[in-house]
């Protein structure tokens, strides 16, 4: 059964050098080549993590002659990004209740 596109989303961003070659890909469009030149890793393993976000729609790959360029697709980050707001929102409350609370008893603390 195939995971819902949220879960491919965050399996993908799980990994450490795969949020490395996002954060590299927002500069512009890179080459295989130059998306494994900052890791200690063979070519074939750098294509793995690439395969992962391009499941996740999170790169695009095309082909010009020789070259496999790859560029940011951040649409997906959209929709993560609108899932962690609804949380944001009960964490902000969170936070303006305790905001409340330390202040009342910073009141009481003066009487």
């Avoid at 360029?69 to 707001?85: K, N, Q, T, Y």
């Avoid at 902000?92 to 003066?110: G, I, M, N, V």
């Amino acid at each position: 059964m195939p995971a819902d596109p949220l879960s491919t989303t965050f399996h993908a961003l799980s990994d450490p050098t795969r949020r490395a070659i996002l954060a590299n890909l927002a500069t512009g469009e890179k080459t295989v080549t130059d998306l494994a030149e900052p890791f200690n890793m063979t070519m074939p393993a750098v294509t793995k993590h690439l395969k992962v976000l391009e499941r996740a729609k999170l790169i695009e790959r095309s082909r010009k002659a020789q070259y496999r360029p790859c560029r940011l697709h951040p649409e997906p980050l959209r929709d993560v990004d609108a899932w962690i707001e609804q949380y944001r929102k009960v964490w902000e409350a969170s936070f303006d209740r305790l905001d409340d609370y330390l202040a009342e008893l910073q009141t009481k603390e003066k009487k």
